[in-house]
Each structure stands twice: as C-alpha cells, then as structure tokens.
C-alpha cells in the first residue's frame, strides 16, 4: 500500500526556518516497477485552495517552487531513506497552512494539478507568527 507521512510542522515566528520530511512507503524511490515518482508539497491555508509549493523527481533531482517560495524553500531527496524533505527559510505568516506531500508518477508533476497526484499524506501544520 502506497503512503506518505508528513511531520515536521510547528510554532515558528516570521522569519524563521522550518524542516519538513515525507517518508513514502509502499513504492521505492529507485525506480522498480511502478517507475520514477515525483513527490510535490502542496499547502491549504483555511478558506483557500490547496496549492502547490515545490516538487522534485527522485530520478533526476529536477525542482519545481512556485513564485510566492522561490528563493526561500528548498526541496531535496534521499533515496535510501525514501524521504523527501523541505526546507523552509524566511518564513513569513502567509505561509501558515496545513501542508502535504504527494506522489504522482505523472509526467506533468511540474504543473502542481492536484489531480495528477495520486496518494496524499496526512498533512502537517505550519504556523509563522508575526
């Protein structure tokens, strides 16, 4: 059975830095029979849409933030551990959402379209405060 655990969140005042990990399990993250995934943070603050914040292909490293993370979040991998981690520097309080990670064994990973993930974790909450 395929599944992601997010941890990590937490109380973080603006300007501060936080280490989220998504542990998978279930697939590998060196190929095999399901192929080379993908594994994206998305984000939902209340009364919003979930977007997406960064993702990264297992296989090559490939990065992908959206504009409001880029320069302060990084996405990273490691293989062995099957875990994906995101560091988030500079935190502002838009940033305070519930966060998620996601495979998705799409080709359009990139575009963030939740629809091409095809398992979620559970979420972990990130709160910066002002």
């Known amino acids: 059975e395929v599944q992601l655990q997010a941890s990590g969140g937490g109380l973080v005042q603006a300007g501060g830095s936080l280490t989220l990990s998504c542990t998978a399990s279930?697939?590998?993250?060196?190929?095999?029979?399901?192929?080379?995934?993908?594994i994206g943070w998305f984000r939902q603050a209340p009364g919003k849409e979930r977007e997406g914040v960064s993702c990264i292909h297992v296989h090559d490293g490939v990065t992908y933030h959206s504009d409001s993370v880029k320069g302060r979040f990084t996405i990273t991998k490691d293989n062995a551990e099957n875990t994906v981690y995101l560091q988030m520097n500079n935190l502002k309080p838009e940033d305070t959402a519930v966060y998620f990670c996601a495979v998705s064994w799409s080709g359009t990973y990139w575009n963030f379209r939740t629809d091409k993930y095809h398992c979620w974790g559970q979420g972990t909450l990130v709160t910066v405060s002002s």
């Open positions: 279930g697939f590998t993250f060196n190929g095999g029979e399901m192929g080379w995934p993908a």
